[in-house]
């Protein structure tokens, strides 16, 4: 595993050496993604429409877990009471219910993982487009990443510059 994270980094260094530019004319810097991205305003800010949007889901399946609680409770207390027939009838309400809740607990799942997915998409995108033209503007060579660098001189990251790019460009 630490293998397959050296070998970027190996490989950025083999071309250093072999692209015949002194090392004193080559400008390479490092940047932490995930950073740079997870503190982008666009990205807060989708968390937080991604929390929210927790929050209704959440709110919309407690409530019907509390009906289908208060119905198991009430067919219990009533089973003695009831007849075959209306008993059989309150239990397949209970088990549509539980079917019910479970079928919308995967629905808010699947739709919580989509907007996740979208945001992320969003943001990647818009990472990649920004970090061609940082580099370009700035006369990097080189932009390195976190997996494929064991130690940067803080003066070399770029990771703050390139969030506040990220931020500019909404």
């Known amino acids: 595993m630490k293998i397959r994270m050296l070998i970027p980094g190996m490989m950025a260094l083999s071309l250093l050496a072999t692209s015949g530019v002194s090392a004193a004319e080559l400008k390479v810097v490092f940047v932490d ?16 429409h991604l929390e929210s949007i927790k929050n ?12 289908i609680n208060q119905m198991d409770k009430d067919l219990l207390n009533q089973s003695m009471a009831m007849s075959p027939e209306k008993l059989s009838q309150k239990q397949q309400e209970v088990d549509d219910l539980k079917t019910d809740f479970q079928r919308k607990l995967q629905d808010a799942q699947r739709a919580m993982e989509l907007e996740k997915n979208r945001l992320l998409q969003g943001v990647y995108t818009k990472f990649g487009e920004k970090i ?3 580099a370009v503007q700035k006369g990097y060579d080189y932009i390195l990443t976190k997996p494929s660098v064991l130690y940067v001189k803080p003066v070399h990251d770029v990771t703050a510059e390139v969030t506040k790019l990220l931020d500019e460009s909404k």
């Open 132 to 134: 061609q033209e940082f």
């Open 56 to 67: 209704n889901k959440q709110k919309e399946l407690e409530g019907l877990r509390d009906k």
């Open 33 to 48: 993604v995930k950073s740079a991205i997870e503190n982008t305003a666009k990205f807060r800010d989708g968390l937080q």
